[in-house]
């Protein structure tokens, strides 16, 4: 950390202590070379992730917008928004994880499908009906036998 009276480089950490919000680091800061103490702030970098969509078209990851198609297909069901939110968040982290900007939308909603498939299958069943676009009954019959099929194995 560059110190802001003099410029030299090297400095030792005198404090540290989160903000009252919790989102930054406050460091209290000594240069080594005019022990002057000054104060630097450490926040986490988020890089936003953009999401292509099939018409080619990008828009902004919206959280709210997954979680909300997630509650949409647990409605009736026995999921608490808890377990929503966790799913939504591990997906994030996912999508984090990987360092990439953008992503097309097929990723996220095949993450999606997978975490609905772990907390309730009828709701796996009704993302996919919307994600999917089943053309007709039988591709419907399909999915629920590949379903049938990873369940029988486990």
Known sequence: ?????????????IDTRPTDEGERIRRRR??????????SYE????????????????EAFSRDKLLAGMIKSCEKRPVTLSQLEDAVADI????????????PSS????????????????AYVRFASVYRQFKDINS???????????????
């Open 1 to 13: 950390m560059k110190c802001p009276f003099c410029g030299y480089a090297e400095s030792k950490v």
């Open 30 to 39: 000594e240069c080594l070379r005019c022990e002057k103490r000054f104060t």
């Open 43 to 58: 926040v986490i970098e988020t890089t936003p992730i953009m999401v292509i969509k099939k018409d080619g078209s990008r």
């Open 92 to 103: 994030m982290t996912t999508l984090q994880n990987q360092m990439e900007r953008e992503v």
């Open 107 to 122: 990723v996220i909603g095949e993450l999606c499908m997978e975490k609905l498939r772990e907390i309730d299958q009828v």
């Open 140 to 154: 419907f019959l399909d999915e629920l036998k590949n379903l049938l099929e990873r369940e029988e194995r486990g």
